[in-house]
């Protein structure tokens, strides 16, 4: 029989983009017959993977990982809603969040590099995401992630599968929570005014200079009306400022005070944002389709 040597290996996964170990099995299975094993691999896993790895994920889960101290958030990208449901894509998302809080890796790349084995792939967590997309039809990616050892008390909320949030705090552990679930609710950008990056605030400028010169008042009010549209963005948009959900009588920063806690930072996910989603427009593709016959015709 054919030794399988490691570049054999590599061969074949640079030309289906298999799963390293799928590709082993494949060539051993084949006593090394590069052509046959392909094949092979092409039954097994169809053309799934190379062909959904340019395919858009704007579906996905939010998960985390609490441990003491330490802990992570990770976003992790599909095409539909419906394999978020998928108990393998929720079981590699959970996996990723733990290898996470558990090895602090630097980068995408790095955490793909963990060891992992699940429904039969490995025994990288890269190598199981490419078994996955083969397995279930779909693209799949680690979008972003963090990993938090600061030191700081660490709570998590998540609200169903979509929006995760991460609390760093000193004090009370319930009135942490009902930050993380606050920020969940009112989607805060920093934790004070002060924090609010600069290109936010001159985006809010912009558009309240341009309010105000439709108004068509005095330059002096003009002025004063943008400063004030400023002042109410900052107070709306800082986590100290807002009306705390579950009693809008005190500030977040007024409760926080009165329960001792202090919350350090706050990381938030939200699903999806900021990918642009593709957009089928069926009706026309329909009507694409009947024009090209009629020409062809």
């Known amino acids: 029989m054919a030794a399988i040597t490691a570049s054999m290996v590599a061969e074949l996964r640079g030309k289906t983009d298999a799963p390293m170990m799928e590709c082993k099995k494949a060539l051993t299975e084949a006593e090394g017959d590069m052509a046959k094993a392909e094949e092979l691999l092409r039954v097994k896993l169809g053309t799934k993977a190379g062909k959904a ?12 990982s ?7 958030l990770i976003e992790v990208n599909c095409e539909t ?14 996996a990723a969040a733990e290898l996470i809080a558990q090895h602090k890796p630097a980068d995408v790349a790095a955490l793909g590099a963990l060891p992992y084995s699940q429904d039969g792939f490995g025994p990288t967590l890269e190598d199981v995401r490419k078994g996955l997309i083969g397995k279930i039809g779909e ?73 105000a010169a439709e108004s068509g008042k005095p330059a002096d ?20 400022n807002q009306p705390f959900v579950k009693n809008d009588k005190q500030t977040v ?34 009507a694409a389709q009947v024009a090209a016959a009629k020409q062809a015709g």
Do not use: C, W
């Open 81 to 94: 809603d419906f394999v978020t449901k998928n108990d393998s894509f929720l079981a590699l998302a959970k």
């Open 53 to 64: 790895a340019s395919r858009v994920t704007a579906e996905g889960v939010v998960a985390s």
């Open 139 to 211: 693209n799949m990616s680690f979008r972003r992630f963090k990993h938090f050892s600061s030191g700081a008390k660490l709570a998590a909320y998540l609200h169903g599968t979509r929006i995760g949030v991460v609390v760093e705090f000193d004090g009370e552990e319930a009135a942490a929570k009902d930050v993380a679930m606050h920020v969940a609710a009112m989607k805060p950008v920093s934790l004070t005014s002060a924090d609010v990056p600069a290109e936010l605030i001159e985006r809010e400028r912009s558009v309240a200079t341009a309010k």
């Open 221 to 240: 009010i003009a002025t004063k009306m943008i400063e004030g549209s400023v002042q109410k963005y900052l107070k709306e948009v800082s986590l100290f």
């Open 253 to 286: 920063e007024q409760m926080l005070k009165a329960a001792g806690t202090n919350v350090k930072g706050f990381t938030l996910y939200v699903v999806g944002e900021g990918i642009e989603k593709k957009v089928d427009d069926f009706a026309a593709e329909v």
């Open 66 to 72: 609490i441990s003491g101290t330490t802990g992570a």
